[in-house]
């Protein structure tokens, strides 16, 4: 694994091959979810669709299955789509199968979107239920923002850019108060979507955003280089506003997601030998 620290709180780790991901993934998530559990007491976790759930296969192994405190464990989803739990296009669906059929996680932990509402009652819901969660500190609350402030937020990120379900030029990425939103205008199926907002992923005190295939190389490029802005800069990308406010982020990229980065700049040669 080559490792970079290309911005103040953010790096990025690149791997040879998928076994490689998924077995520093793992690890990562052990520290991170070790630290919450002895600072606060519970390890409050937000888990996302697409190809990152196969990346969660080495913590389903040995020695994490048995040694991590999944008492402690506390699920949440960054997005899903308003689908219902056993359609194929579910994030839950998806991480059940995949990731929480093969841990100790207890269901009564688990906190799955409302798949059986409108699609803006499920986003209304799903904010109450974390409201309440931030009230008894399942969930911390980050002083500076007075959003929850998850303990690890792990997000994909298309080869458009969007993370979660945040999407390039959308309204969505303008709300400041909201914490969950509701869009009906995904511009990739499924159109209705429930999502946690840029605040809440930026309150978060760990964001992982894991990016694999030549498709997401450009997309990468454009969020973490140093872009000038100028007349001809583009819209922004949401995967470039993730800019964790106290907290880390780390980006897990493949050779070929990782193919565009300018690897002569500075700052990343920098952290070359690593
Ligand atoms: O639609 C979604 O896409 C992103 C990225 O997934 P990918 O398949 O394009 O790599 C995912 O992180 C998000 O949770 C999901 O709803």
Redesign the pocket.
Known sequence: MAAYEPKKNSEIRIFESSDEMATDLAEYISQVSEISVKERGYFAIAL?????VSFLRKLCEAPYNKTLDWSKWYIFW??E?AVAKNHADS?YKSMKEGFLSKVPILSSHVYSINDNATVEDAATDYEFVIRQLVKVRTIGVSESTDCPKFDLIL?????DG????LFPKHQALELKDDWVTYITDSP?PPPE?ITFTLPVINSASNIAIL?TGVDKATAVHLAVSDCRDGPDTPAPLPARMVQPTNGKLVWFLDNAAASSLDMSDGAYQQHREY
């Open positions: 996302s669709g697409g190809p990152l960054s997005d789509r994030n997000l994909g990120m298309g080869s969007h993370v979660a379900s990739q979507r990016a």
